[in-house]
């Protein structure tokens, strides 16, 4: 007979992991950290260094003891503030996420504990072994799919059920996908190791139950990842070059000889372009930004005159690097973007990938002759024009950097445009980013 509370019957908890590691976990079973540490068996790790650390040492007081790390985790919630922050950060692609489920029945396993907060501050949760427990969880958090939560809220929103060591592949009751296609990925990867007991369910598959961070914003993109993580935006980078030169091989007719007769025509009339005209005076709700849309970009342009890398480069450099300057928030248009929110324009991570279509369509319709090197560094420099300030600031990974296999040049262009951008923020910021510059730099 289950010992669970009948109103909590019928219900999951879920354990989030990246795809990459599904395959090993279709054939092992979900094991507990410190498990996967003794077989040696490497995984692809979401959580930051400093989390894990409070886990592997945080001491379990009931149910199985030893430390949390000695449990598979697993949330009672499907919408994770986890996942936002690492959303938030670029630090994943989020179709590459899973949610493993299991009914809440696990729970009556011999050991398994339960807390009513997330397992990693420094402070540690209460932890519960008695399932009549489980009403002195905060319950209208856990269900609750808003996104924004104080830093309290979020920790219960976050309560975890652990179950000691193992959980076998047959108990698995769904896997819930991103899309289709990823459920088609995972569907052909079940029956390839035999475990066709386990459903692969999209979004929702329950009512009220939803787990996946959304463009809902926009109308006509609800269905899209709220922001490109590092896989995928540098597969589009690098299919919109390829692209680029496509189009360039048409006959066509073009509106600037060069990059120098563009920028010359862009410094008399800010919307030369349509994509600068789709951000010309649009507002902007981020407190970090003082000024609309287009008085940043003009910021940022006369900005990046004063680097030291713009003053020691070429002439052709340096007009590649103003229209850098120029192009690097257009992905923040157009205004119709905004209608939804009075027209003025939310803080938006996912611009940069959001300014590759429109860098295609300048780069093949607008510029006769520009160098196959300067079609790649001009994409390179708009669609992560943010990656430095990221990393120092925001808890990007270093690694994103290393992976697009830049030159010691295309480095020092990267730092050039975030100087320029950052300066035009904040000059505290300003300034930080000149004292760990050459830190990072020693990283990459």
């Given at each position: 007979m289950s010992k669970i509370p009948d109103i909590y019957k019928g219900r999951y908890i879920f354990h989030m992991t990246h795809i990459d590691n599904l395959e090993s976990i279709l054939s092992h079973g979900l094991l507990c950290h410190n498990e996967c540490k003794r077989q040696n068996i490497n995984y692809h790790d979401i959580a930051h260094q400093s989390i894990q650390d409070r886990r592997a040492n945080m001491t379990v007081p009931c149910g199985a003891g030893g430390s949390v790390h000695d449990y598979v985790p697993f949330y009672f919630s499907a919408l994770n503030p986890m996942l936002l922050a690492r959303l938030n950060t670029k630090s994943i692609d989020q179709p590459m996420m899973v949610f493993i489920g299991l009914k809440i029945d696990a729970l009556e396993r011999a050991g398994a504990v339960f807390t009513d907060a997330s397992a990693n501050t420094t402070i540690p949760?209460?932890?519960?072994?008695?399932?009549?427990?489980?009403?002195?969880?905060s319950w209208p958090l856990i269900r609750n799919n808003k996104w924004k939560y104080s830093d309290d809220e979020r920790h219960k929103k976050m309560a975890e059920a652990l179950i000691p060591h193992s959980v076998k592949?047959?108990?698995?009751?769904?896997?819930?996908?991103f899309n289709n296609s990823v459920k088609e990925y995972v569907s052909q990867m079940i029956s390839r190791v035999g475990c066709d007991n386990i459903r692969v369910d999209l979004d929702n598959f329950q009512p009220g139950l939803h787990f996946f961070f959304t463009k809902f914003f926009f109308p006509d993109r609800t269905n899209e990842t709220l922001v490109a993580g590092p896989r995928f935006l540098k597969g589009y980078f690098e299919q919109n070059i390829t692209e680029i030169h496509k189009l360039r091989q048409q006959e066509r007719r073009y509106r600037f000889n060069d990059v120098a007769e563009l920028v010359y025509a862009i410094d008399n009339d800010f919307c030369t372009l349509k994509e600068l005209r789709g951000i010309h005076n649009l507002e902007t709700d981020n407190p970090s930004h003082h000024e609309s849309v287009s008085d940043h970009t003009k910021r940022v342009a006369a900005n990046i005159q004063t680097t030291a890398y713009f003053l020691q480069s070429s002439t052709d450099r340096q007009n590649l690097l103003k229209l850098t300057a120029y192009l690097h928030d257009i992905g923040k248009g157009p205004k119709e973007k905004w209608v939804q929110n009075g027209g003025k324009q939310k803080i938006y991570p996912d611009h940069p990938a959001d300014s590759i279509p429109m860098l295609k369509r300048i780069l093949s319709e607008e510029i006769r002759n520009i160098s196959d090197e300067d079609i790649r560094l001009l994409n390179l420099l708009v669609i992560y024009h943010d990656i430095v300030g990221d990393c120092m600031m925001k808890g990007r990974n270093t690694e994103e950097i290393k992976n697009l296999?830049?030159?010691?040049d295309d480095l020092d262009a990267l730092f050039c445009i975030a100087e320029a951008d950052i300066k035009s923020i904040?000059?505290?910021?300003?300034?930080?980013?000149?004292?760990?510059?050459?830190?990072?730099i020693k990283k990459l």
């Open positions: 949760p209460v932890f519960f072994d008695d399932l009549a427990d489980l009403d002195k969880l592949v047959e108990d698995f009751d769904t896997i819930v996908v296999s830049l030159s010691d904040n000059s505290l910021w300003h300034s930080n980013f000149m004292r760990e510059k050459d830190s990072l």
